[in-house]
């Protein structure tokens, strides 16, 4: 009979060694030796203090930036005060600057519609307006406002220049070269004709073609002129104040007439006649009164 032999126990069975790496089996992927453990929660370690100082080190950028902005807002906020609260900027009525004034621009007038914008902030004042409003008022023919910075006004008037006076009752209305008026008086100023023209809708064409011819004459020529008057609109006709009268005709060719009309003066050749007619400029003639 064969000898029976014991059964034969594999190695990984009956060798105690092989226990340790059975345990290392089942803790899983996550178990490490000690040695390594420790290398990895010092790169660990490390990696937090290093994300730990960038936060700060944003956090303290952050401030400085946001600092910045508050910085920036405060100053903002100081300069759009002063510019429109503060008592720097405010309109003084001292340092308005004034000029262009004549004795047909009243100056009270003037003042009244400067001094409502006293103590206004000078960046918030409408100066297009401002013109306006003088350019509104009587003897005014345009006006210009600049700021002057820090609490004043440059105002530039245009006056309008009276060039003939028309008579209204007992008093006369003084116009400029636009029939406009310019003011009232009880004399008329010894250099301006006086026009023998009705006030009127209906005479506004007479007119016209009067100050046309007014328009034309040079000054001195113009002061020279005593009084001027029509019929109608071809019929302009003016006395000088030496007595001699200058039939004019329409105002057409109002610029040559007046150059026939000087010369003739300053020549003699109309010093004794008591006409002098330049309505047709190319052939002007001289006559006694009839």
Do not use: C
Not at 90 to 106: N, T
Not at 161 to 186: E, H, N, R
């Amino acid at each position: 009979m064969a000898e029976r032999r014991p059964p034969t126990v594999p190695a990984s069975r009956t060798n105690p060694a092989s226990a340790p790496a059975r345990t290392r089996a089942a803790q899983g992927p996550n178990w490490r030796p000690v040695a390594q453990r420790d290398r990895v929660d010092t790169v660990t370690h490390r990696m937090r203090e290093r994300l730990a100082e960038r936060r700060r080190t944003e956090r303290r950028r952050m401030a400085v930036t946001w600092g910045r902005y508050v910085l920036v807002a405060a100053v903002a906020l100081v300069i759009v005060w002063l510019v429109l609260r503060s008592p720097v900027f405010s309109l003084d009525p001292v340092k308005v600057e004034l000029s262009g004034m004549s004795p047909e621009v009243d100056a009270t007038a003037v003042g009244a519609v400067l001094a409502q914008y006293e103590g206004s902030s000078l960046a918030l004042l409408n100066v297009p307006s401002i013109a306006d409003q003088l350019r509104d008022l009587t003897g005014v023919q345009d006006a210009s406002v600049e700021r002057v910075w820090p609490a004043g006004l440059r105002v530039t008037i245009t006056p309008r220049v009276p060039v003939a006076a028309i008579a209204s009752g007992d008093t006369f209305v003084l116009l400029d070269a636009d029939a406009v008026k310019v003011g009232q008086v009880d004399v008329v100023p010894a250099n301006l004709p006086v026009l023998d023209i009705p006030l009127g809708a209906d005479n506004e064409r007479i007119l016209d073609a009067v100050l046309e011819v007014v328009r034309n004459l040079p000054q001195n020529l113009l002061e020279r002129v005593e009084s001027m008057g029509a019929l109608t609109q071809d019929t302009v006709a003016f006395t000088l104040r030496d007595g001699q009268r200058v039939e004019w005709g329409s105002s057409q060719d109002s610029a040559l007439k007046a150059q026939v009309l000087e010369a003739m003066l300053a020549s003699g050749a109309a010093s004794t006649a008591d006409v002098i007619d330049v309505s047709a400029p190319t052939l002007p003639i001289t006559r006694d009164a009839t």
